[in-house]
């Protein structure tokens, strides 16, 4: 399971045949960046409504160097420069150390800011419709016996609700806002972070201090709702449990 882009979840997908089947490599990830490559699997991807999707491992395959190595680059690499390069000059010290025409930071800054968010939609759509099995596949599972344990068959995303994308946007937002106060304000890290700038650098740069602290709200954002979606999952788990047994026991 993997919750704000922190645990794990099947990358390296290859293509899939009519039935739907298809090779993934299960990764564990933070932040949405890829660390450690588990295992690499057959599985079946099963039909699922909304975000995220559902699996059943088929078998168990030897780990691909090359998908590895592509999985690596397109995470580390090639995702992160399409999303924030531009972001890159809309840095004002960036700006001036290539004399670029004054009269075009405004515009530019809210350029890289649409492009921003329609990038990161697009690259997220893309990923989500590699886990879409064909149309044509059968709403059954097929009755493959699968020998890995239960809960690694289990769906590593959790079904699409719409208040993930309202707290996704909250989120957001709301650390953009904060982020902004405390620069204004200079209170909590931004106060470190200034003086840490005055003592090394003698000078004081906004926006730079204002990336990192939004940066640094949203890894803590992403732990803590980590956390609190992993404690309420275990209660869940264990209430079905319970209820399960219960349920046996009446029969």
Do not use: C
Not at 66 to 77: A, D, M, N, P, V
Not at 145 to 167: L, N
């Amino acid at each position: 399971m993997r919750i704000n882009g922190i645990g794990t979840t099947l990358l390296g997908v290859s293509d899939m045949d009519q039935e739907g089947v298809a090779t993934a490599t299960l990764w564990f990830t933070f932040v949405f960046l890829p660390l450690i490559p588990l295992r690499r699997y057959r599985v079946q991807f099963l039909p699922a409504q909304g975000a995220g999707y559902s699996y059943q491992v088929i078998s168990e395959e030897k780990h691909s160097i090359s998908e590895i190595l592509k999985t690596y680059l397109l995470g580390w690499i090639v995702a992160p420069v399409l999303i924030f390069g531009p972001l890159f000059f809309a840095i004002r010290e960036n700006w001036e150390t290539f004399q670029l025409p004054e009269t075009w930071y405004t515009p530019y800054v809210i350029f890289s800011i649409i492009w921003f968010i329609v990038v990161f939609s697009i690259i997220s759509i893309r990923l989500e419709n590699r886990y879409r099995p064909p149309k044509t596949v059968a709403a059954e599972p097929p009755t493959t016996t699968v020998e890995e344990p239960q809960e690694v068959t289990t769906p590593p995303e959790a079904q699409g609700k719409p208040w993930r994308g309202i707290a996704f946007i909250l989120v957001l937002v709301g650390s953009v806002v904060t982020a902004l106060y405390m620069v204004i304000a200079q209170v909590g890290p931004a106060v470190w972070l200034i003086r840490l700038q005055l003592r090394w650098l003698g000078g004081y740069y906004v926006l730079y201090t204002f990336l990192f602290v939004w940066v640094l709200l949203l890894i803590i954002a992403a732990i803590i709702g980590g956390l609190i979606s992993s404690i309420i999952g275990a209660f869940k788990s264990l209430y079905q449990r319970i209820q399960s047994r219960h349920n046996k026991e009446t029969l």
